[in-house]
């Protein structure tokens, strides 16, 4: 029989509304998985478990109060919360009390979610690792800068988390971690109360079971119902991408990419190979000038008042963006927006275009949370990624494709996701 | 003689660099500036006069910190400081102290300015007024959201400071009160630790005495030196912008416009009159209907844990934004683009528009911050706005004009208004 905690979102969500499963009986199945699995994994910055039984436990007294109602969900801790501490991975921030919650952590409760508690994130979601093993491998890295929303997804702790998206933060641990991950279009949705770390990246993600989770949690944030749509979307016509940098992938990313392939042309699916246009190239050098410049804006404050508790990864990537200056700045932001505009062509043919999500499946090792080379440039688009797990490794591991949309255009992209999910199953 | 509270912050600099005025000097005329206007002002939601004379001190004994070395700011009170309360004009918030500093408010420190205060904000940047007066004549309103910042300046207070404009909430209170202003591009500096009103809007955005003053500070920010390329940047080619809301202009507007224009083009300046496109009427409709959404979002938290302390005012809005589904938003934002895709040829043969800055004179109450209907599609295409005070209208008080550029053109615009500045005196 299976445990609650090892339903989907979408499906304790059914069931919830169809009176089988109670909002408390979920909560006390993921709290029992914590229990379980937290001594490996360490997942957690902050469990508030009496605070989500309680919680859960009004839920099931009450009349449903949206489309998460009783759905327990975890939040990176770089989220404000005006319940549990926010420490950003930081001793910086070591206690710190925010006055309200993220604006999306809001939108979630409203929902009728229930938050489980504050999962690890690298230092001020940067690369400086936190405590989270892989809960497949535990010596192995969760990835990046999510990592214990991604862990905890990936050992069924919670059906739901939120991540966060600058370089390759949600794509890539929640592939580490077998989740499926979502970062949305830029700007779809508020990052309020998320501390910065550059602010013409940032960007919420979410992680769940499949991608129907992270369709039914975005949409419940939008007010939009994207669930609906995702089975009626048709086979999507797919622009097979190994990007500029194919020379980066490990050997599994090759058999895992020819795999979805050929699973979703034998499923009907037109797969054409589109070749990212050399100029591109550009933006590779153009997007961690941009991370470097902004961060060193962000984070002043930490520089000039707590310079001696940031890590020395972090302090030396703070001076390298204050060496950059501001015309090197604002040409690398014209490389963006040059991209950007080539995008259209990118696109030509394709719903979607599907490429790594990672360079293969997760490092061992716990000082570097991998290789964003497959993620930064999308992020830096600022067009929806989403992955599915599925497929595995030489060694047993998750290693995924990702499916990346035009601007904007997340509901189909979402779509295309899932229906490929649906041939890695 | 001229106080020392009176001079330009570019003048205030060029005075400390020299060694002719030290920063306790200008401090303290700034200090006693406050003293003498402050009861009827009511600019400062929070004085921090002690703190800002030893941080003075501290900088006199010091070799300088950069180009703002010793120049006083105040801080609009939406913005986080460590060492101050950050109330954003709501009892909610009443005593909130954050962790660090808002980005800009950091870097302006590192770069040796002196923070005096916290100044009166709208509740939550929004319409609902704070205790503030107009400098010019206390019966009128200062405008909004940023009233005690603009009034500040207006009044003498301070050379420089920090508002932000997701309407109108810079440039419209700095007309009101004779100030100047700039809103910058969408995005060209860090909103982090400024609190949110509507994301795809909210903009940091600075007053001086001069225009050259708010190059000064926003060229600090960037680690740029804007000032040496405002005189050189020749005599700008104008386009004369009515836009479609010309109706809703006082009868003073009309004459300010024509008045400048006459002294531009006597200067040998080209002036050509621009008309918005029809289309353009869409945008008026769209503008608010994002706003209110993203707000709704934004303001999840406060709506379901402090309802009652926010205004109705406000609240009705949020419930409008509530109100307003995912596909209306989409729809707005795409209009947005398109409209936003269109300026390339709204500026065709110009480096600026010119445009009324507000519908006139501040009005008379202070019940109503004023009509923002000339600022607030400019914030959603996110342009460049630089308004400059030196026009006076029937009543004595400032009308102004403002110089619109193109996203990301914003040396340029500031040369614009520097230069248009220089003919209004």
Redesign the interface.
């Known amino acids: 029989m299976i445990e609650p905690a090892d339903l989907s979102a979408v499906e304790a969500a059914r069931r919830i509304a169809a009176g089988s499963l109670s909002a408390e009986a979920l909560v006390r199945s993921c709290l029992d998985r914590i229990a379980a699995r937290e001594p490996q994994v360490q997942a957690f910055e902050h469990l508030a478990a009496n605070e989500a039984l309680r919680a859960a436990r009004a839920l099931d007294k009450a009349p449903s109060r949206g489309p998460l109602h009783g759905l327990p969900f975890a939040i990176k801790d770089n989220y404000d919360t ?1 319940d549990m501490p926010t420490t950003s991975g930081s001793p910086i ?1 070591a206690g ?1 009390r925010p ?3 993220a ?1 999306v ?3 979630s ?2 929902a009728g979610a229930v938050a489980v508690g504050k999962t690890v994130t690298t230092e001020f979601a940067y690369f400086t690792p936190g405590k989270t093993r892989n809960p497949h491998d535990p010596v192995r890295t969760p990835g990046g800068s999510s990592s214990g929303s991604a862990a905890a997804v990936g050992a069924g702790m919670v059906p739901l988390a939120f991540g966060s998206q600058t370089v390759g933060s949600v794509i890539r641990p929640a592939v580490f971690c077998g989740a499926a991950g979502y970062k949305p279009s830029f ?1 779809l ?5 998320i501390k ?1 770390l550059a ?2 990246y940032d960007t919420v993600g979410v992680m769940g079971r499949t991608v129907a989770d992270c369709a039914l949690l975005v949409g419940a ?4 119902d994207w669930l609906a749509g995702l089975d009626g979307a048709g086979t999507p016509r797919i622009g097979l991408c190994r990007t500029l940098k194919w020379s980066e992938a490990q050997p599994e990313a090759g058999p895992a990419l020819d795999a979805t392939r050929r699973r979703c042309e034998t499923s009907g699916a037109k797969v054409i190979e589109v070749e990212m246009p050399a100029g591109f190239a550009e933006l590779y050098e153009a997007q961690p000038v941009v991370l470097a410049y ?1 961060m060193a ?6 520089m ?2 707590s310079r001696d508790k940031l890590s020395a990864r972090f302090r030396e990537q703070i001076e390298r963006g204050q060496a950059i ?3 090197e700045y ?1 040409r690398a ?2 490389v963006l927006d040059t991209c950007r505009a080539q995008l259209g062509d990118l696109f030509d043919g394709c719903d979607v275009l599907m490429t790594p999500a990672s360079p293969g499946e997760a490092p061992v090792g716990h000082g570097y949370t991998g290789n964003p080379i497959f993620n930064g440039v999308w992020t830096a688009l600022g067009v929806p990624c989403v992955t599915a797990p599925g497929l595995k490794g030489p060694n047993g591991l998750p290693v995924g494709v990702q499916a990346i949309g035009r601007i ?1 255009d997340d509901a189909r992209t979402l779509a295309a996701a899932h229906w490929i999910e649906a041939r890695l199953s």
């Not at 944030?221 to 939009?224: C, I």
Request: charged fraction near 20%; aromatic fraction near 10%; hydrophobic fraction near 50%.
């Open positions: 005006w921030y710190n006055s309200a919650d604006a952590v809001a939108l409760r409203q700007g949705l508020p990052a309020t109360g910065a602010w013409s944030l939008l007010g939009a902004e804006h962000v984070f002043a404050d930490e000039a008042r200056r501001h015309v604002a932001k014209a904007g």
